[in-house]
């Protein structure tokens, strides 16, 4: 199917690709369905575009490229309502919200978004833990990594 | 708003499945237990309403994103 999107125009993708979000994510519960794509060549950012809405997306990343201890559990409930089954099932990936200049980029590692790849069901979740700000400064212990 | 006075260790009952358990009280704090079943999310009023804001600020970026990573990989 084609669709039209923020950053990439319009293209083409697999409908096997979507991710669902069965209960959208906060401040957009009714948008259930996204894509990822890739946004830079060296494969640290992704653009997480909505199916329906060609001027949402987020620009995402893997949260263990800046942050190799990020670490937190998933609970039961959402284990349930993901149906994940095995941990190498799941993939991390947190929302930035650029800044300019780029070095000031926060990233959410408060609310990180699983997406159980065996059956693309995805969740935006709350940690409830305080180590993990909503605006974590993305370059805080990797300084080398700004330049890309 | 319905407002029910409660004592530590008493149960407010909400539907068949929603129990909240008054734990604790002290000081103007109080420790409050949630039973739910998996389809009810259960939040900090404000933090949820941080990370609404967030996702808004988020995708509302109006700067053109190409750009700034290019002009970053310089």
């Known amino acids: 199917m084609n669709i039209q999107t923020k950053y990439h125009g319009e293209i083409t993708i697999e409908e096997t690709d979507i991710i669902q979000?069965?209960?959208?994510?906060?401040?957009?519960?009714n948008e259930h369905e996204f894509i990822i794509l890739p946004l830079t060549e060296?494969?640290?950012?992704?653009?997480?575009?909505?199916?329906?809405?060609?001027?949402?997306a987020f620009v995402i990343t893997n949260p263990f490229i800046f942050y190799k201890d990020y670490d937190f559990t998933i609970e039961d409930k959402i284990v349930k309502q993901l149906d994940i089954k095995s941990v190498t099932d799941?993939?991390?990936?947190?929302?930035?919200?650029?800044?300019?200049?780029?070095?000031k980029t926060t990233i959410n590692l408060q609310a990180p978004?699983?997406?159980?790849?065996?059956?693309?069901?995805?969740?935006?979740?709350?940690?409830?833990?305080d180590l993990y700000r909503i605006k974590h400064p993305l370059?805080?212990?990797s300084p080398d990594l700004i330049k890309g | 708003m319905l407002i029910l006075t409660r004592k530590k260790g008493e149960t407010i009952q909400i539907g068949n499945e929603i129990e909240i358990k008054i734990i604790s009280i002290q000081g103007d704090q109080?420790?409050?237990?949630?039973?739910?079943?998996?389809?009810v999310e259960v939040?900090?009023?404000?933090?949820?309403?941080?990370?609404?804001?967030?996702?808004?600020?988020?995708?509302?970026?109006?700067?053109?994103?190409?750009d700034l990573f290019k002009k970053c990989q310089k």
Do not use: C, H, W
């Not at chain 1, 060296?42 to 949402?56: E, F, K, N, V």
């Not at chain 1, 799941?90 to 070095?103: A, G, M, S, Y």
């Not at chain 2, 309403?49 to 600020?57: D, S, V, Y």
């Open chain 1, 90 to 103: 799941v993939k991390v990936f947190n929302i930035l919200t650029l800044q300019d200049p780029f070095e």
């Open chain 1, 139 to 141: 370059f805080n212990e």
């Open chain 1, 21 to 29: 979000f069965e209960n959208g994510i906060p401040g957009f519960l």
């Open chain 2, 30 to 39: 109080v420790k409050i237990g949630i039973e739910a079943p998996k389809t």
């Open chain 1, 42 to 56: 060296d494969g640290i950012y992704s653009i997480m575009q909505s199916i329906r809405t060609p001027q949402l």
């Open chain 2, 43 to 66: 939040y900090r009023k404000e933090i949820y309403e941080q990370i609404q804001e967030e996702n808004k600020q988020a995708a509302t970026s109006t700067m053109n994103v190409l």
């Open chain 1, 113 to 129: 978004i699983i997406i159980n790849t065996k059956n693309n069901q995805a969740k935006q979740v709350i940690l409830n833990n």
